[in-house]
């Protein structure tokens, strides 16, 4: 078997957004949230399915799910690769819009459900060193939990380093495939999980159409192209940085060797720069 990579937008919106597969995000939520006995999740209804000629029309990908469940709560599962910046605040903006959007002008408020967002990040963004971590607002003395309304639930993958072995718990599990699927070759022993082994299925490559995995494709490059994107825009702000140094450090009089050891750049480099902005 070939899987896909779960972390790309086609991979996760296909997987996570199939509506005749629900028991995968049944399944995902369970164990992400720890739900068990009454509070289980047992139905949802997708609110952005996975549509292939949506896709190819607006030659875009959205890459969350919107979901709700039996009792009406509002839930928003999000893969992100990469910080973009401000990825706190657009999240904040995002579910109190997601929570302001279920009534109209003239309801009442008791009809505003809970909503809760899932991000699934490839990059580290908490300060726990545990992978999984769950933020509510309450009182920092009393833990009072008032405002409960809205929560945000985050998996780092880099802080994920369990083997299939060290995997116990079905969350364990899910993280494991989301990491691991591009590198596996079969579908591990200690699936028990229908809506988990649903999802490794899907995510065989020889279940896809040649449409999807063009698409697929497609996206692999984009992110390529955004990823060397943010390299350049990093790389130019640092040489701006390193340049405006150069400019300070010249005027003080400070020899080349000074500024390559203040700048960390080659001396080379740095005799480069004083030439050119000394007879700019």
Not at 184 to 190: G, M, W, Y
Request: net charge neutral; charged share 30%; aromatic share 10%.
């Amino acid at each position: 078997m070939k899987f896909v990579d779960i972390k790309n937008d086609i991979a996760f919106r296909k997987i996570f957004g199939n509506e005749n597969k629900k028991e995968i995000i049944i399944s995902f939520l369970n164990a992400v949230l720890g739900f068990t006995g009454k509070r289980k999740i047992v139905t949802v209804t997708i609110l952005n399915p996975f549509q292939l000629p949506d896709i190819l029309k607006y030659k875009t990908t959205v890459i969350d799910i919107k979901a709700t469940d039996q009792n009406g709560h509002y839930y928003i599962i999000e893969m992100q690769v990469a910080d973009k910046g401000n990825f706190e605040k657009r999240i904040q903006l995002y579910a109190a819009k997601a929570y302001v959007s279920q009534i109209e002008k003239g309801d009442n408020y008791h009809l505003l459900k809970p909503t809760i967002f899932i991000g699934i990040l490839n990059f580290n963004f908490t300060k726990s060193k545990k992978y999984l971590s769950q933020h509510i607002t309450c009182d920092p003395e009393t833990k009072e939990q008032l405002l409960s309304d809205i929560e945000y639930n985050f998996i780092e993958l880099l802080k994920f380093d369990k083997t299939i072995a060290d995997c116990k718990n079905l969350i364990d599990k899910w993280t494991y495939f989301i990491k691991n699927a591009e590198n596996l070759a079969v579908i591990p022993d200690n699936i028990n999980d229908k809506g988990l082994s649903e999802a490794y299925g899907d995510a065989n490559q020889m279940s896809w159409t040649k449409e999807e995995l063009e698409l697929y494709d497609y996206a692999k490059i984009r992110e390529r192209d955004e990823y060397e994107e943010r390299e350049k825009a990093v790389q130019n702000a640092l040489e701006k940085k390193d340049i405006e140094t150069i400019k300070n450090a010249i005027e003080l009089g400070l020899p080349n060797d000074s500024i390559s050891k203040l700048t960390k750049l080659p001396i080379e480099k740095v005799s480069e720069l004083v030439n050119i902005l000394k007879n700019k």
